[in-house]
C-alpha cells in the first residue's frame, strides 16, 4: 500500500459526458501527479501540483483539467469524453518538502481509475 | 519520439537465475532514473532510484546500474523469485521537473 488513495475504482461512462476522478496524496506530500496509460501509449504524465499550484504539464487535452485543494487533495476532470479517453488513470505523490525546484523525488502511485467511455 | 525505451516486451527466467532488465533513453537532461513493477490491476510500485551522479545502486536482490555514456540503464534481480513475475517500468526525470517519462514496460516471467 503507498498510502495515495483513488476514488473511483472504476467508472463506466457514455461519449460526452463528464466525469471527476479524486486522489488523496500519502500524508505529508505536497505534490500529486496524474498520469493516463492506454494500450497503446503506455504510462503518459499529464499535469503536476505542488501545494495548490500547478507546476508543470505534459500531453494533457484542452478537455482535461486538474486542481490541487487546500487539503492537498487533487481532482482531474475529463470533458466532453471519448471512447479514445477509456483509459487507468493514475495518481502519484512526491513529498517536494524544500519548496524549491522538484529534484529527484520519488513517485509514489495509488492503484488508479479505470474509465471506460462507451 | 519515445525517449525513454524498453526493446524487450518480455523476458523469461527460471526461479534462482538472475533477471536482466534493459532500458535505453535519448534525452542528456535525465538525471533521475527509477524502475517501477506493476501487477495488473495496481498501481506501479517503486522498487529503486538511481541518480546520475551515480553508476550503481543496490537494495536487497535488486541493483540498478547507469551508463551515462551509453545512455543507458539496466536493473538485475539476484535471485529472481516466482513472486517477481511483473511488469517492469523504466522511468526518467528530466532536470528540475518532477515529470516521469516511463518505458513500455517489460514483463518478466520468472518460472519455479
Known amino acids: ?49 505542488y501545494n495548490g499550484e500547478e507546476r508543470a504539464k505534459g500531453n494533457i487535452l484542452e478537455r482535461f483539467s486538474a486542481q490541487q485543494f487546500p487539503d492537498l487533495h487533487s481532482e482531474l476532470n475529463l470533458s466532453s469524453l471519448e471512447l ?10 512526491s513529498a517536494s518538502l524544500s519548496g524549491g525546484p522538484i529534484y529527484q523525488e520519488t513517485q509514489y502511485f495509488g492503484p488508479g481509475t479505470r474509465l471506460l467511455v462507451l | ?40 490491476a495496481e498501481g506501479p510500485t517503486f ?30 534481480i539476484v535471485p529472481s523469485q516466482p513472486g517477481d513475475s511483473a511488469v517492469y517500468f523504466c522511468a526518467a526525470s528530466p532536470s528540475n521537473t518532477g515529470k516521469l517519462i516511463f518505458g513500455q514496460g517489460t514483463t518478466l516471467q520468472v518460472k519455479p
Open chain 1, 1 to 49: 500500500d503507498s498510502g495515495v488513495t483513488q476514488t473511483p475504482k472504476h467508472l463506466i461512462t457514455a461519449t460526452g459526458q463528464r466525469v471527476t476522478l479524486r486522489c488523496s496524496p500519502r500524508s505529508g506530500d505536497l505534490s500529486v501527479y496524474w498520469y493516463q496509460q492506454s494500450l497503446d501509449q503506455g504510462l503518459q504524465f499529464l499535469i503536476q501540483y
Open chain 1, 84 to 93: 479514445g479517453d477509456s483509459a487507468l488513470y493514475f495518481c502519484a505523490s
Open chain 2, 1 to 40: 519520439d519515445q525517449q525513454v525505451k524498453q526493446n524487450s516486451p518480455s523476458l523469461s527466467v527460471q526461479e534462482g537465475r538472475i533477471s536482466i532488465l534493459n532500458c535505453d533513453y535519448t534525452n542528456s537532461m535525465f538525471d533521475y532514473f527509477l524502475w517501477y513493477k506493476k501487477y495488473p
Open chain 2, 47 to 76: 522498487l529503486i532510484s538511481i541518480s546520475s551522479i551515480k553508476d550503481k545502486n543496490e537494495d536487497g536482490r535488486f541493483t540498478v546500474f547507469l551508463n551515462k555514456s551509453a545512455k543507458h540503464l539496466s536493473l538485475h
